[in-house]
């Protein structure tokens, strides 16, 4: 049974992700259907915008490394797929964004940066915890960070693995606004709403301009594999993570 479960607003696709039970921390085979059902939405005529948000009290607690240490050994491999879904949603033509509600760490806070436009309620709580867990950023974070937040604030998110909630996370510039809890998806809505009024050729083409702009990401991704193998190599990091 699947984890993203899609529902439609008027011309906008809302991908939530829904294992509540886990925070909604994504196995590979959801990052697989992430990615899948992101192109099933880009590729809809019917589509005009692309949300993303998490059930519950969580946006996304980021990979589910218990699940992958139950894997057969083979970071590469891994990491491929959980990469594959990060270029999917940097490579998606039309508008995405964000609905940051409750816990978004890890990977889950940088599929949130990946989003073109993110909005957090007041008591989200981002942070990227890799460090913590002896491991290096993934998901495409060592470019998003930079791009959003600057490289001196990017270097203090990550070697701290610093938590930050609700007001704070408009102040860092990791969101668009923070608003009350309740209000979350319905103001993403709005704005995807207004968003879909807009020419689609001339949004998405915009969309394109800025993110050429901004090209390091997919250059982001390929080094980010070479450093988590890197550091899965470390045998300090605990054999909890023995089978990633």
């Not at 039309?94 to 816990?103: D, F, L, Q, S």
Request: charged share 20%; net charge negative.
């Amino acid at each position: 049974m699947g984890v993203i479960e899609r529902s439609n607003h008027e011309a906008t696709a809302v991908l939530a992700i829904n294992r509540v039970e886990k925070k909604n921390a994504l196995r590979l085979e959801d990052f697989d259907e992430l990615a899948d059902a992101l192109v099933v939405a880009d590729h809809d005529d019917s589509v005009r915008v692309i949300v993303l948000t998490g059930t519950a009290d969580s946006f996304s607690a980021g990979a589910d490394l218990k699940a992958l240490a139950s894997y057969e050994r083979n970071p590469l491999g891994h990491l491929a797929r959980i990469h594959h879904c990060a270029r999917t949603l940097a490579t998606v033509a039309k508008p995405t964004i964000a609905a940051v509600n409750g816990v978004a760490v890890g990977a889950g806070l940088n599929l949130a940066l990946a989003c073109d436009l993110a909005i957090a309620g007041r008591s989200t709580m981002v942070s990227e915890i890799f460090l913590d867990r002896g491991l290096t950023l993934d998901y495409g974070g060592s470019a998003l960070l930079v791009q959003r937040i600057g490289l001196h604030r990017a270097k203090e998110l990550a070697f701290f693995a610093s938590r930050l909630v609700g007001e704070e996370l408009l102040t860092w510039g990791l969101v668009n606004a923070v608003v009350d809890d309740d209000q979350v998806l319905p103001t993403v809505l709005e704005w995807a709403d207004r968003l879909s009024e807009r020419s689609p050729t001339a949004l998405a083409l915009t969309k394109s301009l800025l993110n050429r702009a901004a090209a390091s990401l997919t250059q982001a991704i390929d080094l980010e594999v070479i450093a988590q193998v890197a550091a899965l190599s470390d045998p300090s990091i605990g054999s909890t993570l023995t089978n990633f």
